[in-house]
Nanobody, 124 residues
Framework: QVQLVESGGGLVQPGGSLRLSCAVS??????????WYWYRQAPGKERELVAG????????DYADSVKGRFTISRDNGKKMSWLQMNSLKFEDTAVYFC???????????????WGQGTQVTVSS
Protein backbone atom coordinates (compact mmCIF):
# COMPACT_ATOMS: atom_id res chain seq x y z
CA GLN A 1 0.00 0.00 0.00
CA VAL A 2 1.33 3.41 -0.95
CA GLN A 3 1.92 5.94 1.80
CA LEU A 4 3.57 9.30 2.13
CA VAL A 5 6.07 9.46 4.96
CA GLU A 6 7.09 12.84 6.31
CA SER A 7 10.05 13.83 8.43
CA GLY A 8 12.00 16.88 9.50
CA GLY A 9 9.70 18.80 11.78
CA GLY A 10 10.71 20.04 15.18
CA LEU A 11 11.31 23.00 17.44
CA VAL A 12 13.28 25.94 16.09
CA GLN A 13 13.97 29.49 17.20
CA PRO A 14 12.73 32.47 15.18
CA GLY A 15 15.02 33.09 12.27
CA GLY A 16 16.06 29.47 12.11
CA SER A 17 15.62 26.89 9.37
CA LEU A 18 14.09 23.47 8.93
CA ARG A 19 13.85 21.14 5.99
CA LEU A 20 10.82 18.90 5.69
CA SER A 21 10.95 15.72 3.63
CA CYS A 22 8.20 13.60 2.17
CA ALA A 23 8.70 10.25 0.48
CA VAL A 24 6.46 7.82 -1.31
CA SER A 25 6.74 4.46 0.40
CA UNK A 26 5.13 1.08 -0.12
CA UNK A 27 4.46 0.17 -3.73
CA UNK A 28 6.20 3.29 -4.96
CA UNK A 29 7.05 1.74 -8.33
CA UNK A 30 3.34 1.64 -9.09
CA UNK A 31 2.94 5.38 -8.75
CA UNK A 32 3.52 8.35 -11.02
CA UNK A 33 3.54 11.57 -9.07
CA UNK A 34 2.52 14.60 -11.07
CA UNK A 35 2.30 17.37 -8.53
CA TRP A 36 3.52 17.73 -4.99
CA TYR A 37 2.01 20.16 -2.52
CA TRP A 38 2.77 21.21 1.02
CA TYR A 39 0.01 22.44 3.30
CA ARG A 40 -0.03 23.57 6.90
CA GLN A 41 -2.62 23.87 9.60
CA ALA A 42 -2.18 26.01 12.65
CA PRO A 43 -4.30 25.54 15.79
CA GLY A 44 -7.78 26.91 15.28
CA LYS A 45 -7.17 27.68 11.62
CA GLU A 46 -8.03 26.03 8.35
CA ARG A 47 -5.47 24.08 6.38
CA GLU A 48 -3.71 26.34 3.90
CA LEU A 49 -1.63 25.68 0.82
CA VAL A 50 2.01 26.61 1.33
CA ALA A 51 3.61 25.62 -1.99
CA GLY A 52 3.27 23.34 -4.99
CA UNK A 53 5.59 21.96 -7.63
CA UNK A 54 4.95 20.31 -10.96
CA UNK A 55 6.64 17.19 -12.28
CA UNK A 56 8.85 19.41 -14.40
CA UNK A 57 10.05 21.10 -11.25
CA UNK A 58 8.18 24.36 -11.67
CA UNK A 59 7.37 25.70 -8.24
CA UNK A 60 4.19 27.64 -7.77
CA ASP A 61 1.34 28.39 -5.39
CA TYR A 62 3.58 29.85 -2.71
CA ALA A 63 1.51 31.43 0.01
CA ASP A 64 2.23 35.14 0.25
CA SER A 65 3.34 34.69 3.83
CA VAL A 66 6.19 32.34 2.85
CA LYS A 67 7.42 33.82 -0.43
CA GLY A 68 11.14 34.39 -0.37
CA ARG A 69 11.58 32.22 2.73
CA PHE A 70 10.34 28.75 1.76
CA THR A 71 11.42 26.65 -1.22
CA ILE A 72 9.74 23.52 -2.50
CA SER A 73 11.67 20.93 -4.46
CA ARG A 74 11.34 17.36 -5.68
CA ASP A 75 13.25 14.40 -7.03
CA ASN A 76 11.21 12.34 -9.48
CA GLY A 77 13.54 9.36 -9.35
CA LYS A 78 13.43 9.18 -5.57
CA LYS A 79 9.72 10.11 -5.48
CA MET A 80 10.39 12.67 -2.81
CA SER A 81 9.61 16.28 -2.10
CA TRP A 82 11.19 18.74 0.30
CA LEU A 83 10.17 22.02 1.83
CA GLN A 84 13.11 24.17 2.85
CA MET A 85 11.98 26.74 5.40
CA ASN A 86 14.25 29.65 6.24
CA SER A 87 13.83 32.74 8.39
CA LEU A 88 11.11 31.01 10.34
CA LYS A 89 8.63 33.12 12.24
CA PHE A 90 6.33 32.43 15.18
CA GLU A 91 3.39 32.40 12.79
CA ASP A 92 4.89 29.51 10.83
CA THR A 93 4.07 27.22 13.74
CA ALA A 94 1.73 24.54 12.41
CA VAL A 95 1.40 20.93 11.41
CA TYR A 96 2.77 20.57 7.91
CA PHE A 97 1.36 18.03 5.47
CA CYS A 98 2.67 16.83 2.14
CA UNK A 99 0.27 15.90 -0.62
CA UNK A 100 0.93 14.01 -3.85
CA UNK A 101 -1.31 13.93 -6.89
CA UNK A 102 -0.68 11.42 -9.61
CA UNK A 103 -1.67 8.17 -11.24
CA UNK A 104 -1.13 4.51 -10.68
CA UNK A 105 1.04 3.02 -13.40
CA UNK A 106 -1.02 -0.12 -13.94
CA UNK A 107 -4.47 1.38 -14.36
CA UNK A 108 -3.95 5.09 -14.83
CA UNK A 109 -6.29 5.77 -11.97
CA UNK A 110 -5.71 9.08 -10.24
CA UNK A 111 -4.63 9.28 -6.64
CA UNK A 112 -4.37 11.95 -3.99
CA UNK A 113 -2.18 10.87 -1.08
CA TRP A 114 -1.46 12.73 2.15
CA GLY A 115 1.36 12.49 4.60
CA GLN A 116 0.75 11.99 8.30
CA GLY A 117 1.75 15.52 9.19
CA THR A 118 4.79 16.82 11.00
CA GLN A 119 4.79 19.47 13.72
CA VAL A 120 6.84 22.62 13.24
CA THR A 121 7.09 24.85 16.27
CA VAL A 122 8.82 28.21 16.14
CA SER A 123 9.52 29.44 19.64
CA SER A 124 12.17 31.30 21.57
Amino acid sequence: QVQLVESGGGLVQPGGSLRLSCAVSGSSDSTFVRNWYWYRQAPGKERELVAGISRAGVASDYADSVKGRFTISRDNGKKMSWLQMNSLKFEDTAVYFCNAHGQTVATGASFDYWGQGTQVTVSS
